[in-house]
């Protein structure tokens, strides 16, 4: 199975194939985006290029309370997102043992060391967030 990194969102622990991940980076200065959604922090320069950034968080309805500090740069079929998180935690491969998960942006979920961990799907996330290829 492929390698995953593993992301700290509020309280609750994600995972994210690492084919889609560009890099993780300080989250920054934003520029504010207006008559965008809840979920658009706004945009981030880096390196050059306008990056949107969104609050996954949101996204997800994950609990807590903690602010975002980094981003993770996403790429899905040519398109770039920042996606806020608190904490990246590992980079590792996932165990065989992944259920299916009844959440939207999820493809399954396992237990980790106890903690429930969610797989993202990035297909599904671009898409709800409107930012699939045309």
């Known amino acids: ?24 980076a300080e989250l920054g200065e934003l520029s504010a985006v207006p008559g965008a959604e809840a979920v658009v922090l706004g945009v981030r320069n880096l390196h050059g290029q306008v990056l949107p950034v969104f609050d996954l968080a949101q996204v997800l309805a994950s609990a807590g309370d903690a602010t975002a500090r980094r981003i993770v740069v996403t790429e899905h079929a040519g398109r770039l997102a920042g996606l806020a998180v ?15 998960a009844d959440a939207e942006y999820l493809s399954g979920a ?10 993202i ?3 599904r996330l671009f898409d709800g967030l409107g930012w699939s290829r045309a």
């Not at 509020?10 to 194939?17: D, I, T």
């Open 86 to 100: 608190d904490e990246v935690t590992d980079v590792s491969p996932l165990p065989a043992a992944i259920e299916e």
């Open 1 to 24: 199975m492929s390698d995953h990194v593993r992301l700290r969102v509020g309280s609750e622990l994600y995972a994210m194939p690492i084919e889609n991940v560009l890099e993780v």
């Open 110 to 119: 396992l237990l980790e060391d106890g903690r429930l961990l969610g797989i």
């Open 121 to 123: 799907d990035v297909d």
